[in-house]
């Protein structure tokens, strides 16, 4: 192709056959979803998919389809699912698992390769990791070197894959550990032994995920030469903008969890620096971007490995403090039901306040919770939830207390490169982004399609937020009643006052009688 041609995203996928995995997860049913109503013209997608539990791979798919996520495609694509085929496989096993036949057929049609298959867990321990994101990254290269007519290979990572520098370029960075000799390792050392190492292994990164997805880097950068190759890194993901509707989101990771428990009441508090980015970027607006990269490295094949970010930090930031300021109003506004308290949230910078705050807010309300709960022949709970809600947090502390620099350059080249109907069918332009509708529509998202429940019907969360406020006050005025009651029997000098305050008031009554009050 001329570099003076330009040829559309949705021309360059007409006819074309891909491959993808991780299309169960939240990125990939994005993705496909995008795929099949922007690109109509699409061959084939084949899915990777392993059964789960009775169900088989096919079920799994074919729920995904059905579901309200997929509700605008018939529209443009009435034969849409005849498009999806699935495969059987496996990432962690060799040749993904597939069967000869599946091998076969996706080695003579396959033509691009979408790869977002991985485990997202921060506290994965690091052998599942390994087999996850390493070598199953390793046993699609394998199968991508015999894929003959193949035209682009997209691999999912992440912004922070390199968290342990201030200032991220879009360039590799090399690991300080050799991929290779972390695999043998793991090979060779039990479980045990693994996770004892796994700290020192960490060096500066935070949590197996992103040591992993740097390794799986170095992977690509090492034994990924021939093949048309680019890296996708995007940052915090979160619900979707607009696409394909807005606020859509199926998952507790990242912010939708963290607003989950600040929503319900649970989480009040937290260790962040109000100051640093929270850069989380929409599914729609990194699934767009990363139909554009597929197009770009398809297109205009470039020599080397090109790497793109696709962060808002750079461009549009929107900080923890502000994020918490633009997400509080909105759960007040659209409550979630059966929350256990009104929402109340703040970040702590210093350690010493965020463990006042942890027992005066978590653990003696949970231990409350749990006495009563046992009083009314209930089953004790919120002390049990409080441990696992910690943990979580606890992941996502070093990604709240600090910030990072994104350079966008490839980014920004990349948005430069777009002409026509694809500036707007594909628009990934971050700056577009109104952060006060974006949070609400996150809101909205997470309690429509995450939590189940009916936004359009707040009465029974509203009563409920009323009910919470009375009981806190009523303990409140109680606590204080007893408070005050202890200290006028044990201290003299707060008896006098209170017998003083009695018989100022007794007087003042009098004299309003005398006047004509009538009290």
Known sequence: MEMSAYQSIVDYYAGKSLFITGGTGFLGKVLVEKLLRSCPDIKKIYLLVRPKGDVSSKERVEKILDSELFSRVPEVNPGYKEVVHVVDGDMSKPFLGLSKYDQNLLHETVEIVFHSAATVRFDEELRLALTLNVVGLEN??????NVKKLEAFIHVSTAYSNCNEDVIEEKFYPPSVDVKNVLEIANWMNDQMLN????????????????????AESLLFKHGHGLPIAVFRPSI??????????GWVDNFNGPSGLFVAVGK????????????????????VAVNMLACVGWYAGTKRPQSIPIFHCTTGSTNPVTWGEMKSIVTPYLWEYPFEKAFRRPNFSFEAKELVFTYWTYISHRIPAWIADILAKFVG???RMQKNYVKLEKAMSTLEYFTKRGWTFKPQNYNMLLSELQGRDIQEFSFDVRRIEW??????????????????????????????????NVRWTTYFVSGVLMWTVMVK??????????????????????????GFRL
């Open 140 to 145: 699609v290269l394998e199968l991508c070197r």
């Open 196 to 215: 004892e190492v796994t700290p020192a292994l960490l060096e500066k990164r935070p949590n197996t995920y992103t040591f992993t997805k740097s390794l």
């Open 237 to 246: 993901v979160g619900a979707s903008l607009k696409e394909p509707m807005p």
């Open 265 to 284: 009441g649970v989480l009040r508090s937290m260790i962040g620096d109000v100051n640093a980015v929270a850069d989380v970027i929409p599914v729609d």
């Open 378 to 380: 209930q089953k004790p």
């Open 436 to 469: 006060h509708i974006y949070f609400r529509d996150f809101v909205i998202g997470i309690k429509k399609y995450l939590l189940k429940e009916n936004p359009s019907d707040l009465s029974a969360a509203k009563k409920r937020f009323k009910r919470l406020r």
């Open 490 to 515: 044990k201290i003299p000098s707060i008896r006098s006052l209170w017998y003083l305050c009695l018989d100022y008031a007794f007087k003042m009554f009098t004299r309003l009688e005398k006047l």
